[in-house]
C-alpha cells in the first residue's frame, strides 16, 4: 500500500511509488480506469503525477479511486520494446570510454548490451529519460553546455541516456546519432518513445 | 500563418509580444509537453463569451498592450484582461466592450495602467492550423504558431453560437501596479521538506515579481526559505501554480508553460482560482501569499 498522495493545490495528487516500474504500473492502471476529469498522468522516477480538472471531478474521488486502483494487470503487461538504430560517432565517445574505465568498443557493448527503459519524459517534447542500462555508463554531465546538440544525438548523463528529439541546447555526453525520427507532431502518437517502454540501441555502421 | 477564404485579421503591430492562445493542449504531459493556452483563463473565458464562441476558442494574448490589427471584413471584437483603452480607426473606445470592426478598420490597443495581459477575441475565435489539438503557443517547447509579427495574416473561424444580449462587462479591477497582490495558496505537495519556519515566512514576507518573469514562470525575489530536508529531490511532476523553491531563495511561481517535471520541492501551490490574478502581476509588484 502505498503511503497517501500528497496533494499539489486544487488540481494534483503526487504519488510515491519509490520504483519506476511500480510508477509506469500504477500509470498505465489509471490510464486503463480512463476517469472523467483526470486531465493528465505525469510518470517521474519513482514518482507519479495526477493532474485533474477540478470542474469535472473532486480530488476526494481519485484519491479514493487511486486507493482502489488495481495494478495487478498492468503491472505483469509486457512492455513494448523499441530498437534505435545508433552510428556510435560522438564527440564524447572517448571521453566516456576513459571516464568509465573502458574502450570505446567496451562502450558501445554496454550501450547496446542491455536494455534500457523509458523512465519518464521531459526537457522537451519527446526527450525520454531512459533508466536501467548497463552501470557502469554512469558519467557526470559536460562541465560545459553545448549551445547546439543536433536531433537524433545519443546521450549520456548520469544514471540515464537519451536521445535529442530536436536540435537543442544540452549538457550530455555525446556517444552518437540516429536518424530514426523520435518526435513527429503531426503523427497520431506523436512521440516515438512513451513512459514505460523498452528500448534497446543497435549498432549501425553507414 | 494560413490564410483561407472566410474573414481575415491583419497584424499591424505585435506590440512587445502577442501570442495565440487558447484552453491549452492537456494530456500530453507523460510526452514533456504541459497544457500552454492562456495565462488568464477567465478573461479568455470572459472575452469569447461576450462574443457567443465557446470558451475556450483560441485568442490573441498581448503582453502591455501595443498590439494593433486590420480587420479585412466586418467583424466583432471584445479585447479583456489587463484594463486597455481600444482605438478603433483612432476613435476612443476601452476594453471590456464588443467592438462592431467595419473591414478596413483598424483597432489598436493602448498600455494597461495596470495588469499584464490583454485577450483578443473575435467572433468565430482565430482559426489557425491545431498542433497536438490546441492553437495555444508555448514558449517552452515550441509547439504552436510563432509569436505574432507585422504582416500576419490570421483567418478567423465561424460560429452558430447565438450572442449574448449584453455587449459590455464591467471588469474587476485588477490591483493598482504599486499594491501588493494577494495569492491564496495550499501547503505540499513538499513543504515537509522545509522548516517549520519557512512556512512562516512565505506567509509574512513580500516577494518582489521580477523582470525575467515570462509564460513559464514567474519569478520573485525574497527571504530564503529554510530547508529541513537537504537531499536532491529526484525530479517529479510539478502543477501549474506550483511554488518552486531552490536553494538560493528565487521563488518561481510555474505558468502555463512550466516545464513538466522539476527537480526543486514545492513548498506550496496556488489556488487554482487565482491563477489568473498570478497571471496579471507585473514586473516589481510585490506578492503575499495567504493560506485558503
Known sequence: MPPAPRPCGDTGLLLELGDNRRVHAHAAALRAADVDGVTDIVPALDTLLVVIDPARVSMGHVETLLRELDVGEAAGAAPRT???PVQYDGEDLAWVAEHCGLDERGVIAAHTGKPWRVG??????????????????????????????????????????????????GGWQLLGHTDTPMWDTDAEQP????PGDQVLFREVTR | ?????????TVVDAGMLSLLQDGGRPGYA???????????????ALANRMLGNVEDAAVIETTNGGLALRCEQPCLIAVTGAPVTVRVDGRRHWSHEVLAVRDGQEVALGMPAHGLRSYVAVRGGFDVPPVLGSRATDRLSGLGPAPLAPGDVLAVGTTDLPRPAS??????????????VELPVRFGPRDDWFEPAARHVLLSERFEVTPDSD??????????????????????????????????????????????????????????????????????????????
Open chain 2, 167 to 180: 455587449d459590455l462587462v464591467v471588469p474587476l479591477p485588477p490591483p493598482e501596479p504599486d499594491d501588493d
Open chain 2, 215 to 292: 509564460r513559464v514562470g514567474v519569478r520573485m525575489t525574497g527571504p530564503a526559505l529554510p530547508r529541513r530536508i537537504h537531499d536532491e529531490l529526484t525530479s517529479e511532476g510539478v502543477v501549474e501554480g506550483a511554488l518552486q523553491a531552490p536553494p538560493g531563495g528565487r521563488l518561481t511561481l510555474f505558468g502555463p508553460d512550466h516545464p513538466v517535471t522539476g527537480g526543486y520541492p514545492v513548498i506550496a501551490v496556488v489556488r487554482a482560482r487565482a491563477l489568473p490574478i498570478a497571471a496579471q502581476v507585473r514586473p516589481g509588484q510585490g506578492v503575499r501569499f495567504v493560506q485558503g
Open chain 1, 120 to 169: 519518464f519524459c521531459g526537457f522537451a517534447p519527446g526527450f525520454a529519460y531512459l533508466v536501467g542500462g548497463d552501470p557502469r555508463l554512469k558519467v557526470p554531465r559536460r562541465a560545459e553546455s553545448r549551445v547546439v546538440v543536433p536531433a537524433g544525438a545519443v546521450a549520456l548523463a548520469g544514471q540515464f541516456s537519451a536521445v535529442y528529439p530536436r536540435r537543442s541546447p
Open chain 1, 191 to 194: 512521440s516515438l518513445l512513451m
Open chain 2, 1 to 9: 500563418m494560413n490564410s483561407r477564404r472566410g474573414n481575415r485579421v
Open chain 2, 30 to 44: 507523460h510526452l514533456g509537453v504541459s497544457r500552454s493556452g492562456a495565462a488568464d483563463t477567465a478573461a479568455m
Open chain 1, 82 to 84: 523499441i530498437e534505435i
